[in-house]
C-alpha cells in the first residue's frame, strides 16, 4: 500500500533520527481528516526533490503531527525539463488539463490569455482561477508521488510567451496546419522543452508568426484536432516516449 503523501515547506538540513513538524492545513489533514495515527507510517516531500519516509511520533489537538524520519531521498531534476504554455479554456477545463499534465510529469504550466481564446483572467477577476490551477498541481503532485513538484507561473502575455520561447532550448508549437509531425523533432537530452497548447479556436496567425521568429517549431499530432484541455498532455507524452525519462 503506497504511504499517504504531505507537502512540507522544506526538508532542508533535515537529517534521519530528527523529528518534522507537519502542521497548518496538510497536518489538519494529516490528523483530522485522514485520521492518521501515532506508529503509522506516511511520506513528506518539499516538492524541491526531497522526500522523507518516517513515522508518526505524535499528533496535537488535529492540527499537526511530528514524524520521526527514518529515510530521506534527494532527487535530482529530472531532464529534459518540460514547459507547457497554456491557452486558457473554458469552465473547469484548465485544471484538468493541469491535472493531467502534472501526473504526467511536466514541471511547470504557464497559463495564457491567447488572442482567441474566449476565457479572461483580468485583474482579480484571475486571482481564483489561478488559484485553482495551483491548487490542483499540487495536489496532483502529491497523488503521483513526485519529488519535484508542479510550478503554475502567473499569467504570461504573448511577448512573456515569445521571450520563453526564445530561451528555450526546444519550442514546439502545436498547430493543426502544420506539415511537420511531432514524431520528426529531435529532442535535447536535457535543458529545456517549452510547449505551448493554443485556444479552442486555435492561435490567431500573427501568434504563430511571433512564436516561429523567437524560434518555435509548428507540429502537429495526427489528423484529429484534439481540445486544447488534451492536447498538452498527448503531446508531452509523445516527446517524453522519445526521452531518457521513459526508456
Known amino acids: 500500500m503506497s504511504l499517504p503523501v504531505h507537502l512540507v515547506a522544506s526538508l532542508s538540513g533535515v537529517a534521519v533520527g530528527e523529528v518534522v513538524t507537519v502542521d497548518g492545513p496538510e497536518g489538519h489533514h494529516a490528523v483530522a481528516v485522514r485520521r492518521l495515527e501515532v506508529g503509522e507510517a506516511v511520506m513528506l516531500t518539499d516538492g524541491a526533490g526531497t522526500t522523507a519516509t518516517g513515522t508518526i511520533a505524535a499528533t496535537h489537538a488535529k492540527r499537526s503531527m511530528d514524524v520521526l524520519v527514518d529515510r530521506l531521498v534527494a532527487d535530482e531534476e529530472p531532464a529534459p ?4 504554455v497554456q491557452a486558457l479554456p473554458k469552465g473547469d477545463r484548465g485544471e484538468l488539463a493541469v491535472e493531467l499534465m502534472t501526473e504526467i510529469g511536466v514541471s511547470a504550466i504557464v497559463p495564457w490569455a ?15 482561477p489561478l488559484a485553482r490551477w495551483r491548487s490542483t498541481a499540487r495536489e496532483a503532485s502529491k497523488q503521483s508521488r513526485r519529488s519535484w513538484f508542479a510550478q503554475v507561473a502567473d499569467l504570461a502575455s504573448t511577448a512573456e510567451v515569445a521571450a520563453l520561447v526564445a530561451s528555450a532550448d526546444l519550442a514546439v508549437l502545436l498547430w493543426e496546419s502544420a506539415e511537420t509531425p511531432v514524431a520528426a523533432l529531435t529532442l535535447p537530452a536535457s535543458g529545456e522543452i517549452v510547449l505551448i497548447v493554443g485556444p479552442e479556436g486555435s492561435f490567431a496567425p500573427e ?3 511571433l512564436f516561429r521568429d523567437a524560434g518555435a517549431v509548428t507540429v502537429r499530432l495526427g489528423s484529429e484536432v484534439l481540445r486544447t484541455s488534451t492536447a498538452g498532455v498527448a503531446a508531452v507524452a509523445a516527446l517524453l516516449s522519445r526521452t531518457s525519462r521513459w526508456t
Open 81 to 84: 525539463r518540460f514547459t507547457v
Open 114 to 128: 491567447a488572442a482567441r481564446s474566449i476565457v479572461s483572467w483580468r485583474g482579480e477577476r484571475g486571482a481564483k
Open 207 to 209: 501568434e504563430v508568426e
